[in-house]
């Protein structure tokens, strides 16, 4: 079974359903691009570790990183295995040092957890034929540069209120930083960060 690399391109409010998010995964080798329909939950997870936002309490998939360090249990890759019915199913793969095993999850799960293990994600030809969209080459060039402005704006996952950043004083912005992190709003705590970022 030849397993092919992908990696994630975007992550935006899916057209067709309210409340979910599409997640475009590309094959690194390829112009073919997968698209999968994920929960605000996840696509939040998702889009917390893309930006490297620290939640002030661990999320669930946070819990299963600290759980699985503290029993030795690495993730050595994610596996978006089988696609039946469109539903996309996948696979953890893990390992204690001395066995191998894999756990079933969902995409996103699966997906949310591999990140923050650092570890490649994968689907086989099947899947990718199924489900995956062919780019033309302007199509790919239009995307790029849509791709570019998706991934830096994964921190707005869900709607928030838009408030002038650029005109807030350093020292406002780190305070209104840590509240937005004690009340969990990642989005916006992204947002303020970014504009820290600007400023140093």
């Given at each position: 079974?030849?397993?092919?690399?992908?990696?994630?391109?975007?992550?935006?409010?899916?057209?067709?359903?309210?409340?979910?998010?599409?997640?475009?995964?590309?094959?690194?080798?390829?112009?073919?691009?997968?698209?999968?329909?994920?929960?605000?939950?996840?696509?939040?997870?998702?889009?917390?570790?893309?930006?490297?936002?620290?939640?002030?309490?661990?999320?669930?998939?946070?819990?299963?990183?600290?759980?699985?360090?503290?029993?030795?249990?690495?993730?050595?890759?994610?596996l978006i295995s089988d696609l039946k019915e469109g539903v996309f199913?996948?696979?953890?793969?893990?390992?204690?040092?001395?066995?191998?095993?894999?756990?079933?999850?969902?995409?996103?799960?699966?997906?949310?957890?591999?990140?923050?293990?650092?570890?490649?994600?994968?689907?086989?030809?099947?899947?990718?034929?199924?489900?995956?969209?062919?780019?033309?080459?302007?199509?790919?060039?239009?995307?790029?540069?849509?791709?570019?402005?998706?991934?830096?704006?994964?921190?707005?996952?869900?709607?928030?209120?838009?408030?002038?950043?650029?005109?807030?004083?350093?020292?406002?912005?780190?305070?209104?930083?840590?509240?937005?992190?004690?009340?969990?709003?990642?989005?916006?705590?992204?947002?303020?960060?970014?504009?820290?970022?600007?400023?140093?």
């Amino acid at each position: 079974m030849k397993k092919i690399q992908l990696e994630i391109l975007g992550l935006s409010s899916s057209q067709s359903q309210t409340g979910s998010f599409a997640l475009v995964l590309g094959e690194r080798d390829g112009n073919r691009r997968l698209p999968i329909i994920i929960g605000m939950f996840e696509a939040q997870s998702i889009a917390i570790q893309i930006e490297k936002i620290n939640p002030n309490r661990p999320l669930t998939h946070d819990l299963f990183k600290s759980f699985a360090e503290q029993v030795n249990v690495s993730i050595t890759e994610v596996l978006i295995s089988d696609l039946k019915e469109g539903v996309f199913y996948s696979k953890i793969m893990c390992t204690d040092g001395e066995k191998e095993f894999e756990l079933d999850a969902r995409p996103s799960d699966a997906i949310a957890i591999g990140l923050r293990f650092g570890v490649p994600i994968y689907t086989v030809e099947s899947v990718l034929s199924e489900a995956g969209i062919i780019l033309s080459d302007l199509e790919e060039e239009e995307e790029e540069s849509e791709e570019a402005a998706t991934v830096k704006s994964t921190s707005t996952v869900s709607s928030s209120s838009k408030e002038p950043l650029h005109e807030t004083s350093v020292d406002d912005l780190n305070k209104m930083l840590n509240d937005a992190l004690e009340k969990e709003d990642y989005e916006k705590a992204a947002k303020i960060r970014d504009e820290l970022n600007k400023r140093n």
